[in-house]
Each structure stands twice: as C-alpha cells, then as structure tokens.
C-alpha cells in the first residue's frame, strides 16, 4: 500500500514538473507583455515594476486586430465546418459499407496523417495557385478540409462501428434518404466526437502560422492573426514589448474556447476509437 502511495507521488510530482516546463515559456510570455522595452532587454526573467495594458492597446491598433481577426475567424470557421462534415459522412459511408474496397478506401484516406506538410506543401501552394485558393482567408479555409480530415475521418468512423445498424434500417423503412438518415438520426449520436474535432481542429487552424505564411503572405489585407503578430519581429530590430503583448492578443480567444470544451475532448476521443 506504502509503495503505491509513493508511486503515485512521484508520478503526481513528474508530471507537475512537465507541466512547469512547458508553462515557463507562456509564464515569460505574459511577464514581458507588460513590461517596457528597456525593462526586457534589461532583464527578461525579471517581474514587471508596474502592470500598464500600453503594449495591448498599442499592438491592438498596430495589428489592426479587429480585420485580422475577422480574416482568422474566417478561415477557421470555413476550414472546422468542412472538415465536419466531410469527415462525417465519409466515415459513416465507409463505416457502414463492408467491402474490401471500402477499407482500402479508409486506408487510403487516413494514411496522410502520417505525411509531414512539410513534404509536400510547396505542391500544395500550387495546386492552390491554380484553383485560385491564394490571397483570401476563403481559400485557406478549403485547404484546410484536406488537411484536418484524415484524423477526423479516423475519429467518425471508429464512433459509427458504436451506432446499431437498425437505426439505419428504420429509417429506410420510414422513407428517409440516406442523407437525411444521416443527419437527422446517425449524426446527432456523434456529437461527442464531432465536438472533439471541432476544438482540436480550431486550435489548430487558429493558431496556424505556416500555411498562412504560404497562402496569405502576398495579399496584406487578407493576412491572419498570427501574421500580424509576426510582423514585430523585424530584420534589423524586434519590438519586444508589443511582439509578447501581440501574441497573448492572438491566442487568446483559442484558448478561451479551449477552456470552455475541454470537458467534451476525451470524451469524444474515447467514442472515436476503434470498436471491434
């Protein structure tokens, strides 16, 4: 019973001490947002002398946050509700057709989750160039459906095995399309997974930076939060003090939509995995 305690202890004690690790970057983060810029470059560990929001309304009106927040959201909300649904009716699709073709298919489909964007995303940008994707948060948005559904696509069709094939059948016999089998019956049984996509692919597309870069950086209206923050880190000069205040302004909201559904996330993870 002694040796399980400890063992518990010491686990609780590692994982506090990861989690000091990977908090201490953001903990400099918000320290140095408040600070002057003699006051960083004096001593970037050291507590702000006084707490002013100067920086924050400065990088608010630098940034021009308000259009580059609405070009964020923008791309976020088009790229999260394709990926949704997409995603869905393909898993349900290839969930419930049992062939050998279909689970080629599924293979098929999720085997990009393996594929590093870096391989290949310079083809990427010119597929994108020829579809007419470049230069709007629009067309950044479509990209994103290829990106984020293999893993969403992984998610639905392990929850679609959970769901009984009778629903399907009576509502066939009612005179329901598939589609409308679909949505109406089969998809409100997949909330808990479909609200895990929807936090895990916002805080990835919000907080997003190099496809951006590749997409957005030749049309200055159309750039993204993360864009405009990265626009105080100069060739010659970085202004610290407004670049710290600017980051916190960009991540923000992400996390505030984190924190209000992080409860539904292993949720929807668990009812994700595959069931035999």
């Known amino acids: ?18 989690a000091v690790v990977y908090l201490y970057p953001l903990f400099l983060v918000v320290i140095n947002s408040f600070k002057s810029f003699s006051e960083i470059t004096s001593n970037v560990l050291a507590l702000p002398t006084s707490f002013s929001f100067d920086n924050f309304l400065k990088a608010f009106s630098i940034m021009q946050y308000p259009r580059y927040f609405l070009n964020t959201l923008i791309a976020t909300s088009i790229g999260v509700c394709g990926v949704v649904v997409v995603s869905s009716l393909a898993g349900f699709k290839l969930s419930r057709t049992k062939t050998r073709y279909s689970w080629i298919m599924f293979l098929v489909l999720i085997a990009p989750m393996m594929i590093p964007f870096h391989s290949f995303m310079i083809a990427l940008v010119k ?33 679609v095995k959970g769901i009984p094939h009778e629903l399907d059948d009576c509502a066939e016999i009612d005179g329901a399309s598939p589609l409308r089998s679909f949505f109406q019956i089969i998809f409100p049984l997949l909330q808990p997974v479909t609200v895990s ?7 990835w597309m919000w907080n997003d930076f190099l496809l951006p870069l590749l997409v957005l950086s030749g049309s200055k209206k159309s750039l993204t939060l993360q864009l405009a923050a990265y626009n105080f880190f100069g060739l010659y000069k970085v202004e610290w003090n407004y670049a710290m205040a600017g980051v916190l302004l960009t991540i923000l909201p992400a996390v505030i939509f984190y924190l209000c559904l992080q409860q539904y996330i292993i949720k929807g993870m668990v009812a994700g995995s595959v069931k035999t």
């Not at 629009?138 to 893993?151: E, R």
């Not at 996509?197 to 805080?203: D, E, K, L, Q």
């Open 1 to 18: 019973m002694k040796r399980r305690t400890f063992s518990s202890s010491l686990i609780t004690v590692l994982l506090t001490l990861v």
């Open 127 to 159: 597929v994108a160039k020829e579809l007419h994707l470049i230069g709007s948060p629009l067309g950044l948005g479509v990209l994103y459906w290829g990106l984020g559904s293999s893993l969403a696509l992984f998610m639905y069709h392990g929850a």
């Open 197 to 203: 996509v929807i936090v895990i692919n916002t805080m």
